[in-house]
Each structure stands twice: as structure tokens, then as C-alpha cells.
């Protein structure tokens, strides 16, 4: 018999680790609530339309492509890709605007144009050290196991501490933005990237600079959504012999003398299993929600460190005004008010800065008659505690409007969808809506994250709650590594070892 293994959730991560088990000759189901795979990366209706309701970015193709290419899968026809030559266009109350492109030059002349010889100098700088620190980091912290200090500082040596410390001291990314940029919608610009590991840049550290050189990689739009690369990873995981259970949802997971036996579903079926990879946020079972052992295997994510929730309105409108192209970012004038009022005071901010995905859009920001937008912005993740009001989230959205009306965009919706941090908390329970898992605050939050395995023998986790982090192609790796971790425990049950590494995780 083939070892068998049972994944909980189809999201990136447990999709990522059924194709790499499947492929080594491991019995893997996958078990999934939901009617369709796709986790946080899921699709919702507005009106007649369709849209992409979680991530819109996909970056790190590498990641996607050699697992795609280890099944013998050409990636680029599975998943059609275009690359944005724009990455994002960047919007300002008093009127200015800045467009950031995949070509650095490019990029650099803008951000002369926009601030000046001595701010694109400095982007050229910052540019290079997030280079550094990416190549830094990648081997020991995004492609490893390693996530303790001593670990982190055995895997550098002295050289690299040496160098990590230049490049980012232990600082925050906000402090480190401003020993660069001495204009502050810069500071603002960049410092948007610790919200994409949903955390403030005012708390969290230096070291997501890295963030620049993995959008310089390449920004891509997936036709047909992003979506379209979720079904595609489960066509693939089903093609290498995975078993696909949609409608189907974990409610216990089941152990004995210590170890982890198999799962209950909803409803009473146990499926038993030598393994069981658990893709779902740490919290809900740290809860309890998945039974007592599976709370004991996983420590609680503390309220207070909970990342960032949102309000997302999906919908179909006709915009004017300011030309959008497929990333847009309109901020207000008051970075640092957003950021306490959603980790300090645990509101919806008074002055947000709003996301507007044009999701039929590449570069190109000539007049549509109607947009499929998604429109996101940050909120606290109070969902089960303390959900907001509608009035609360009608002041929300009027202040929305205003800003990008402000910023010139003016938008007549048709029909809409909204998900609050209550919903995200029904779709990802005992989470508060938080989208992240763990914030990313302080300079050790990053390696404090959960690793595969569980405190639980025979339990793994995947997702963007444990290690490496949040983010599509982060919790696809995290995936890939639970899938190690499997092999490395059952290897011996296989009738014959894998003779290459599983999921195309070798260095590009």
C-alpha cells in the first residue's frame, strides 16, 4: 500500500503539497469546504460578472513554473501569463501621480521627474541594497527550514550578518526609508510593501526592502484571474493521482498514542491517513476547532499580533477621470494615522490608503465602458471579536470615494460585492479576518512563524500563516516544504525513494 496522506484545504499551499506527494508516489487526498479550490485566492459574483476576490499579483514565477515543469507541465500553457510593464501607478491628494515600471531605468526617470536628481540616486541605491538583501536571504530564510536566530545566524556567517546589519540594521522598514528618501510620498510608496505580509511598515523590519527586487523579478496578470492558477494547481495535482474532495470539510483531526491517525469530515466519514497536512491558518487549530490534539500541536496567534483584515469591494463600474492601469494605489495624507488606527485603536482607518485592481487591464489606461475592479482597504482584524457596523463601513466607503475622487478617478458602480473582516473571519475561522496569519512586527517576527511540522507527530502545516510567510508564491513553498518534511518522515514506506527534489525547489 502507498503511504496516505490528507490534505485539509485546497488553498496554494496544500495544492502545492498534494502535486509534489502525489508525484513521489504518496496516496493524497485533498479535502476541501468550499465547491471550488483556491483558498484566499477565491472568485466572487457582482451582478453578472465574475471577479478575482483575494490576491491580484503574481510574483516569483520560478516557484510555479518548476513545479509545474518537475510533472512535465509547461507552465506557460497551463497558466497563460502577461508581464506588466507598468508594476503599479501610484496616486496623491495633491494631485501628483507616479508610475513604477518592470524597467528600473524607467523607474529611475520617473522618480526624477517626479521628485528629483538627488530621490532617483536614492531609488537607484535602495534598488540595489534590496537586491542584496533579497540574494541574502533567499537561500537561508525563503528556500529553508531555518527559522530561529541561531540558525539564521549559522546559515549567514559573519559576512553575511555583517552585510544584513549594513543593509537593514535592526531598524524598521520606515526608519530605513528614511535614511533613503527624503521626499515622503517615497517613504509612503515603499513602505506599502509591509503591507503585503499584512503589517505596518512603522513596526515591521527593514529586511521586507526585499520586496522591491521581487516585484523588479517581474509583475504578471494571469488571463483569465488568478483564479485560473489555482485550477490549474489542482488539474495538476489530480493529473499526478491526487484524489480532489470539494464540499468536503475537515472537522477533526484524529490521533492515537501520539501521533496523528487520519481525519473526521463534517458529517462522520474518517479518512485515515500516515500523514496529514493541515492548509489552513494556525490559529483555527490552535483554537481547537480541528479537535484537542491538533490545539496542542500549534500555539495561539495573540490578538494583538494578528496582521491586517480589509474590506474588499468587488464591482463592476464605469470609471473616469484618472486613467487606471492594472495595479493602482491613491494614498492619503497621513501614512502614520492608518496604521494606529487599525493595530493601536483597532478601527477602520480615517485616512486609508485604497487598492484598485482594474482586473481586465494590463498597461493600457485608455477609457473602458466597464471595469472589473477590485477596490481593498486595510482594516483591523476584529472580525469575531468586534465586527464593524454597517454604518462604520458606509463611512468607510464614502471616505474611499472621496480620496480617489480627490486623486481624479471618479467611479459610478453597477453592482458589488463587499467582504468584511467578519466574512473573512467565516471563511478563515478563529483568525478575526486577519489575511496573514502573524504580523510581521519586529525584527525576529519573520523566523518566528510556525514550520511544517507541528508539535503533533505525523501533522504538517502549509499556508501563508507558517513559514516562509504570507503571499501566493510564499505559501506555495510553504507547501513544498510540508511535502518535504512528509517525505522525509514516510520516505521509507515508498517502494522506491524520488530521485530529485519535489516541486522544483532547487535554486533558479
Not at 536614492?122 to 540595489?128: D, H, I, L, P, V
Not at 490534539?293 to 494583538?304: E, K
Not at 468584511?420 to 496573514?436: N, S
Amino acid at each position: 500500500m502507498k503511504p496516505r496522506v490528507v490534505v485539509i484545504g485546497a488553498g496554494m499551499g496544500g495544492l502545492a503539497a498534494a502535486v509534489a506527494l502525489a508525484r513521489d508516489g504518496f496516496a493524497v487526498t485533498v479535502v476541501e469546504k468550499e465547491a471550488a479550490p483556491g483558498g484566499k485566492m477565491r472568485r466572487v459574483q457582482a451582478g453578472e460578472a465574475h471577479l478575482d476576490g483575494g490576491p491580484t499579483v503574481l510574483t516569483m514565477p520560478w516557484v510555479f513554473r518548476g513545479l509545474f515543469e518537475a510533472s512535465g507541465v509547461d507552465f506557460d500553457r497551463a497558466v497563460p501569463t502577461v508581464p506588466l510593464s507598468i508594476l503599479a501607478a501610484h496616486h496623491w491628494k495633491d494631485g501628483s501621480s507616479l508610475d513604477l515600471f518592470a524597467d528600473v531605468d524607467r523607474s529611475e526617470a520617473a522618480i526624477r521627474d517626479f521628485a528629483g536628481a538627488g530621490e532617483a540616486a536614492a531609488f537607484r541605491s535602495f534598488k540595489a541594497d534590496a537586491k542584496r538583501l533579497y540574494d541574502l536571504l533567499e537561500g537561508p530564510f525563503i528556500l529553508s527550514d531555518r527559522r530561529s536566530v541561531p540558525d539564521m545566524m549559522g546559515a549567514l556567517g559573519m559576512a553575511g550578518l555583517a552585510e544584513l546589519w549594513r543593509l537593514g540594521r535592526v531598524e524598521t522598514l520606515w526608519a530605513a526609508l528614511g535614511r533613503r528618501f527624503r521626499d515622503p510620498r517615497l517613504r509612503q510608496l515603499f513602505g506599502r510593501y509591509a503591507t503585503y505580509t499584512g503589517s505596518s511598515p512603522f513596526l515591521a523590519p527593514a529586511t521586507l526592502m526585499l520586496v522591491a527586487e521581487v516585484e523588479m523579478q517581474g509583475v504578471l496578470a494571469v488571463r483569465g484571474g488568478m483564479h485560473a492558477l489555482a485550477t490549474a494547481m489542482a488539474d495538476l495535482a489530480a493529473g499526478e493521482g491526487a484524489r480532489l474532495r470539494y464540499e468536503a470539510a475537515a472537522e477533526t483531526i484524529l490521533s492515537r498514542d501520539g501521533r496523528c491517525i487520519g481525519v473526521r469530515l463534517a458529517g462522520g466519514e474518517e479518512l485515515p491517513a500516515d500523514a496529514v497536512v493541515f492548509n489552513g491558518d494556525v490559529g483555527a487549530a490552535a483554537a481547537g476547532l480541528l479537535g484537542g490534539d491538533a490545539a496542542r500541536a500549534a500555539a495561539t496567534v495573540p490578538v494583538a499580533d494578528r496582521s491586517l483584515s480589509a474590506l474588499v469591494w468587488c464591482m463592476t463600474a464605469r470609471a473616469s477621470g484618472t486613467g487606471l492601469v492594472r495595479h493602482n494605489v491613491f494614498f492619503d495624507d497621513d501614512y502614520a494615522s492608518e496604521f494606529e488606527d487599525v493595530f493601536d485603536r483597532r478601527r477602520l482607518p480615517r485616512k486609508g490608503t485604497v487598492y484598485v485592481c482594474a482586473q481586465d487591464r494590463l498597461d493600457d489606461a485608455s477609457p473602458r465602458d466597464l471595469d472589473r475592479l477590485l477596490l481593498l482597504v486595510n482594516a483591523p482584524p476584529t472580525g469575531d471579536a468586534a465586527p464593524l457596523s454597517d454604518d462604520e463601513v458606509r463611512a468607510c466607503r464614502d471616505r474611499l470615494f472621496d480620496l480617489l475622487t480627490t486623486c481624479g478617478l471618479t467611479l459610478e458602480p453597477e453592482a458589488v460585492h463587499l467582504t468584511t473582516p467578519q466574512d473573512f473571519e467565516r471563511l478563515f475561522p478563529a483568525t478575526g479576518g486577519a489575511l496573514y496569519g502573524r504580523a510581521s512586527h519586529g525584527w525576529t517576527a519573520s523566523i518566528s512563524r510556525p514550520p511544517a511540522r507541528s508539535r503533533l507527530p505525523g501533522l504538517f502545516c502549509a499556508g501563508g500563516s507558517v513559514h516562509p510567510g504570507a503571499g501566493v508564491p510564499m505559501a506555495t513553498l510553504s507547501g513544498l516544504r510540508a511535502a518535504s518534511a512528509v517525505r522525509a518522515d514516510l520516505g521509507s514506506m515508498l517502494r522506491s525513494r524520488p530521485a530529485a527534489i519535489a516541486g522544483g525547489m532547487s535554486m533558479r
